[in-house]
């Protein structure tokens, strides 16, 4: 189950399967950017002045319990590659710059906040409360028909031994099956990815498509052996008052993000 957290105008969301490890998923609510990205913007490539980013970061890290020195952001460009974090990679996109491209992080060592981006786009956040690791990614659609999240639990089970029925997953707020209109590219995607189970997802309005990107990542993850999947009802394309949307508005927007962490010393 998800839960909306506030604090004076700081808004962002938590997810029971996530439970023992620092998370959250952020909204727009909260933070000193202004104009068209008022107020939480995490994207430093959206046009934002970069101390008003740096600012909300800090905002929000002292709510949930992270610095932005500890965050790592990475690239994202709709892929299925998943990077190996350490220490070493701590304030890489957002204190300074790196050329990594990947759609999803996983790491074993507390301390590190592992960041993914969203807006509309489904942000996943992994956790294994027995080996002690934690994954982050950014599922749009082809990277849903790749099975990045599949992805991202079989890398965290060949690098750190997981057993992924010991693995807990959240998928936070994106757009939903209501706003998500598609052309055939996308459901034939799925159904080549999945095959019949992906129908479900799959309803035809006329020359158009509506697809259910986190009923097919939580497909996805239960095919990998994921034992507890946490799915937010929340469409942001549907809340613009509270989330960014792409589909609603284009480039003038901010971006939100799925932070997780293991807590230090443990």
């Known amino acids: 189950m998800f839960h909306h957290v506030t604090t004076g105008t700081l808004e ?18 909260g933070g000193i950017s202004q104009g068209h990205l008022s107020a939480l913007n995490l994207g430093l490539h959206r ?17 949930v319990g992270f610095s932005p020195a500890d965050t790592v952001c990475g690239h994202q460009r709709h892929t299925d590659l998943i990077h190996v974090v350490t220490e070493e990679n701590r304030g890489e996109g957002l204190l300074r710059e790196h050329d990594r491209i ?7 060592r507390p301390g590190v906040a592992l960041v993914t981006f969203s807006a509309d786009c489904t942000p996943i956040l992994l956790f294994d409360p027995v080996r002690r690791a934690v994954g982050a990614v950014h599922a749009g659609w082809r990277g849903t028909a790749s099975g990045i999240a599949a992805k991202a639990v079989e890398a965290m089970t060949r690098t750190y031994g997981c057993d992924p029925a010991n693995i807990r997953a959240a998928i936070g707020p994106c757009i939903g099956k209501c706003c998500f209109e598609t052309d055939s590219d996308v459901p034939q995607a799925m159904l080549m990815a999945l095959g019949g189970n992906a129908l479900p997802a799959i309803t035809r309005q006329g020359d158009k498509y509506h697809v259910d990107l986190k009923f097919l990542n939580a497909l996805w993850l239960s095919r990998a052996g994921v034992g507890q999947v946490d799915i937010s009802p929340d469409c942001t394309a549907c809340h613009t008052d509270r989330y960014w949307s792409h589909r609603r508005m284009g480039d003038a927007r901010g971006s939100m993000a799925g932070i997780i962490m293991l807590q230090g010393g443990e």
């Open 12 to 29: 962002y969301s938590v997810a029971d399967s996530l439970c023992g490890a620092v998370h959250c998923f952020s909204t727009r609510l």
């Open 47 to 63: 046009g934002d002045d970069p101390a008003h980013v740096l600012e909300n970061y800090r905002i929000l890290g002292d709510a």
């Open 102 to 108: 990947c759609d999803g992080q996983i790491t074993d």
